[in-house]
């Protein structure tokens, strides 16, 4: 099995999160003003062009081969897993990509009235995105909101294992034993939604909890900091998306500081094993359970 590569568990262990708000301005900050490295798209956030963009007005102080870009590729793609990627790349402008996801392990609803699911299966999908790495479209390959018998289940029969796995992580979803799980078999846990954004809506705010602020206190720094570098120390590669160019400063500056082993498990006893980002119906997925 390959080796998970040195240059990202060391460093690049923070990188931006996109989504369909972000700008070409805020990626283009994030790299040039912020040292920002791995940019974090997707097909089905309709913004790379916009990312694309920002990496070639960068381009003459960051070249290319010193970013990191990761996209993904929808359900409704899987049947032509190349020509996705290559519709990535085009909208992107680029020759190749870091690294290139499975979106979600679950289909799309074709008929909502039947619940009539499109899925093809697995190991085609995951043979397709082998070949390619071997056509040099992209250096790696990974996944996304796969859970450990899935993962199990894909690492059975991959010629080239899933390099990463871009799962929700923040403190109230530590989910420890996956991450240990993934990181046992080289693959890096890539934390979304590291601050739980949208955990309002069921009545809770991570930012917000008095561990959290307590801690915020004692170390000088702000909330986000707090759940950023838990996150890092945890050996996830953290995402944290911003739409605006204030936030970029503010979540690269977790990078700046220790947060003490007896806190961090402070930290860790906040688990609730609670999802934010769950597959919705309105997006037309479905098919499979994908979650504990």
């Known amino acids: 099995m390959q080796q998970v590569e040195e240059q990202l568990i060391k460093p690049i262990i923070l ?155 923040h403190p109230y979803c530590t989910q420890r034993k996956f991450v240990k799980y993934c990181l046992a078999n080289n693959i890096i846990p890539m934390a979304y939604g590291p601050l739980a954004a949208g955990a309002e809506a069921k009545g809770l705010n991570l930012l917000n909890d008095p561990v959290i602020v307590s801690l915020a206190e004692k170390y000088k720094k702000t909330p986000s900091q707090i759940c950023l570098q838990w996150g890092m120390a945890n050996e996830h590669l953290v995402i944290p998306r911003t739409k605006t160019i204030t936030r970029l400063k503010e979540n690269i500056e977790a990078l700046g500081f220790i947060i003490e082993p007896e806190d961090l498990k402070k930290i860790d006893e906040l688990d609730k094993n609670q999802r934010i980002y769950l597959p919705s119906v309105e997006f037309g997925m479905g098919g499979i359970p994908i979650f504990d």
């Open 15 to 169: 990188g931006l999160g996109t989504s369909r708000e972000t700008t070409k301005e805020v990626v283009q900050s994030a790299i040039l003003d912020y040292n920002y490295r791995l940019i974090d798209t997707a097909a089905f956030y309709l913004n790379e062009p916009a990312v694309g963009e920002a990496i070639k007005a960068a381009a003459d102080k960051v070249p290319r081969k010193d970013l990191f870009i990761v996209s993904k590729i929808w359900n409704d793609a899987k049947e032509d897993v190349e020509g996705a990627l290559k519709d990535s790349l085009k909208r992107l402008d680029l020759e190749y990509l870091d690294l290139y996801l499975i979106h979600w392990p679950i289909g799309i609803c074709t008929d909502k009235d039947k619940w009539k699911y499109k899925q093809p299966p697995l190991h085609k999908t995951w043979a397709a995105m082998e070949a390619c790495v071997r056509k040099g479209l992209c250096k790696h390959i990974g996944i996304s909101n796969f859970n450990c018998q899935l993962t199990l289940d894909l690492l059975s029969y991959a010629e080239i294992p899933p390099y990463a796995n871009q799962i929700e992580l």
